[in-house]
């Protein structure tokens, strides 16, 4: 069993829609957990990070972990052509750990 | 402030020839990551420096593969002998310290493509 599960899609709404992004984790030790955004041809860059449960938000993005669930969901509202790129989950076992990635979600908005 | 340098871009080699990739860090980053994106996957780390000191390459293919950072700042990845399963991205980041992973700040990668 891999130790974080991503569905790769593609993905593909029109503008203006709310996007959910989802992945699953295997070991209830993770504590951090991160979602990164990855252009076409270019590195990962951080969108957002969180530690052990909760929700948190910034701007048009909100991340939601469920470690009873070992779940965890990037929610895009209104989502806009410049959001079109691959998402990736990330999970840490701690603050200084490896990070274990996701295989990415290839999102596709539609003007 | 300038990002994470990754040079070459792009490298096209036949399988048995070497290799190698270069990264310049973000100035002041004490801890450096080589990745591994094969097409499809996410990011698969190979090793990780901390200054010029190796915390963890417990994935990488000593066999093949070796990376050095010297002086605690730049650093190589090299591959020697290429195998065709080698084709992919090697993506270089680096973060403040060994303690703010979670940060990472990634160059744009080399797309290696072995024949």
């Known amino acids: 069993q891999k130790e974080v599960e991503q569905d790769p899609g593609p993905l593909s709404v029109p503008e203006g829609a709310i996007v959910s992004l989802n992945c699953t984790y295997s070991?209830?030790?993770?504590?951090?957990f991160m979602w990164y955004r990855q252009y076409s041809r270019k590195g990962p860059e951080l969108l957002m990070y969180?530690?052990?449960?909760g929700n948190k938000e910034d701007g048009r993005f909100t991340a939601q972990v469920d470690k009873s669930s070992k779940y965890i969901s990037l929610f895009i509202r209104d989502s806009q052509p410049s959001d079109s790129a691959t998402y990736l989950c990330a999970i840490s076992y701690n603050q200084g750990g490896k990070l274990i990635f996701g295989q990415g979600t290839e999102l596709s908005v539609k003007p | 402030e300038a990002g994470v340098a990754q040079s070459p871009r792009y490298k096209i080699i036949e399988k048995r020839q070497s290799v190698a990739f270069w990264c310049n860090p973000i100035s002041g980053h004490a801890t450096l990551y080589w990745y591994q994106q094969i097409l499809g996957q996410g990011p698969k780390l190979l090793i990780q420096f901390q200054n010029n000191g190796v915390v963890d390459d417990s994935q990488l293919p000593k066999d093949r593969f070796s990376a050095e950072r010297l002086k605690g700042v730049d650093s190589t990845l090299k591959i020697q002998p290429a195998k065709l399963e080698d084709s992919a991205v090697y993506l270089c980041?680096?973060?403040?310290?060994?303690?703010?992973?979670?940060?990472?700040?990634f160059g744009p990668g080399t797309r290696l493509t072995v024949t």
């Open positions: 969180t530690y052990s449960s």
């Open positions: 070991n209830s030790a993770f504590q951090y």
């Open positions: 980041a680096s973060s403040l310290d060994g303690d703010s992973t979670y940060e990472q700040y």
